[in-house]
């Protein structure tokens, strides 16, 4: 049984609820490691239609406030975590960021091509063409792959979540090895710099309809015997460790039988 979520949210950013209410939804799931992994701050310019970054960054220190009450009240039960955003032309801004508070671990995410969310609006990738899609594909990977390199992070979330609005075209993408070598090198990137590999189950909830990583990527990450986390991304406490029996029998099939997590930034395994 999964007991472990490292990747959750908050109503300091788009959430639903307040840190409190969502570690009490995870006791009540039989979650026994509970990983906060708020949002970082963005910069001016990397936009979302419904932005939330000024109610974020205005309350980062109540975020680190009552997580840090929690892991007091909860002694071995609360992480203190970070979902950072990487976008390639900030890497200043990223480092102030990540080092602003003593995180626990330090998930990395791509949800900005340039200054676009790709993530927000099924709308903008409705009218693409294969060409066009296959271009932010690789744009998207190639992105990844230098946050990876950074060394700022411990877990590479949601690996492929560019699919999040064409699930098919990326897979027809996947498919053509010159392609896939690109999501190789990505992963290559993470054996050599220790990194862990998320397995969320955010995607089921999203058009695409899956669990991120796809197959293929799993598969290729299991050869490279790249450890795992599990995540549900939850924003809302009904959320919280949300279709984690399908994760364990996707990770179990694969040939996993163990996780990990992160506290002080050093790495601890456990069975599932």
Known sequence: MI???????????HGANSPADMFAAAQTKGITLYGFSEHSPRPLGYDYPKEYREHLTQHMPDYAREVHDLQKQYPGQVLFGLETDW?????????????????DYLLGSVHFLGTWGFDADPADWAN?????????????FTSLTRMIRSGFFQIAAHLDIIKIFSAERFHAWCNHSDNFEMVRTGLLALKENNMALE????????????IYPCPRILAAARDLNIPITFASDAHATQDVGRDFARLESYAKA???????????????????
């Open 254 to 272: 694969f040939g996993y039988t163990q996780s990990v997590w992160y506290a002080d930034k050093q790495w601890h395994s456990r069975s599932f």
């Open 199 to 210: 397995i969320s189950s955010a995607g089921i909830r999203k058009l695409c309809k899956e």
């Open 3 to 13: 007991t472990i979520d490292l990747h959750t949210h908050t109503h300091y950013s």
């Open 87 to 103: 976008m390639d032309a900030e890497e200043s801004f990223i480092r102030t960021a990540i080092t602003a508070y003593p995180y």
């Open 128 to 140: 693409l063409s294969d060409e066009a899609c296959a271009q932010h594909y690789s744009h998207y």
